[in-house]
């Protein structure tokens, strides 16, 4: 990965990923773990609740946990942002109004913050989905575009549909038909594309932003102008 800064030998950093301007309240923070926890922990303050809680945990959760407040507390200004989770897994501030999501996936962790209520995802690349498309896409995202790559297309599904689950953080979607995503030949090339929730009676429109980074899918889903229908959204032009 090329870093945008280097804050010594061991450490690579990608501070922030360019937005289009439609989510230009959305920061997102990008972060290799190469570093030992002695080397975060001296600059992470924590509470006596979360220094307890980070003491009972282990192996690479640890380094999820401290990683995670340690950008909260570098980005963040004002109060030291504490966070915690819903009973669904999904994670607020208590103490501060930006809305946050946090993904992770082997030695990369993904943080971003905003006004409003959105969702973050990172994902390998791994030739293995290749098995799982059935379980995960509707007929129409089964159809791979030509000269796309299928291993990277069906990892951008699955990212961009985990970035759409996270966003309410209520769960119990089903991925093949309470979640879609569309991506055209061209918006694909431009790294964008636009992403529907339905729960009950209420449909949801988003727009998806994504980027391939070091063998890595990362996606963003973000609220999107309100259409009244299905049909009226997938013909919205972003550009």
Not at 48 to 61: A, C, N, V
Not at 127 to 140: D, Q
Not at 199 to 214: P, V, W
């Amino acid at each position: 990965m090329m870093p945008f800064g280097q804050f010594n030998d061991s450490f690579q950093f990608m501070p922030n990923i360019l937005i289009p301007s439609l989510t230009n309240d959305l920061n997102l923070y990008l972060w290799e773990i190469n570093e030992p926890l002695e080397w975060f922990e001296p600059q992470v303050k924590l509470t006596s609740d979360e220094d307890l809680e980070y003491s009972s945990i282990l192996g690479k959760r640890k380094f999820e946990y401290i990683v995670q407040r340690f950008l909260l507390q570098k980005y963040l200004s004002g109060a030291n942002p504490l966070m915690k989770k819903t009973s669904n897994g999904k994670p607020f501030l208590i103490n501060h109004n930006k809305k946050i999501s946090i993904s992770h996936s082997k030695n990369m962790l993904l943080l971003s913050t905003a006004s409003l209520d959105h969702g973050v995802d990172l994902e390998w690349i791994d030739k293995r989905i290749l098995r799982l498309t059935s379980k995960f896409c509707s007929i129409e995202e089964m159809k791979v575009p030509e000269g796309i790559d299928p291993v990277i297309w069906f990892t951008l599904i699955w990212s961009s549909k985990e970035s759409l689950y996270k966003v309410d953080g209520l769960g119990q979607l089903e991925f093949r038909t309470q979640i879609a995503v569309t991506f055209t030949a061209e918006s694909f090339k431009q790294g964008w594309g636009r992403g529907i929730v339905e729960r009950g009676d209420t449909i949801l429109f988003f727009k998806i932003n994504f980027s391939i980074i070091n063998g890595f899918v990362v996606s963003w889903a973000y609220p999107a102008i309100i259409a009244k229908d299905r049909n009226a959204y997938i013909e919205t032009d972003f550009n």
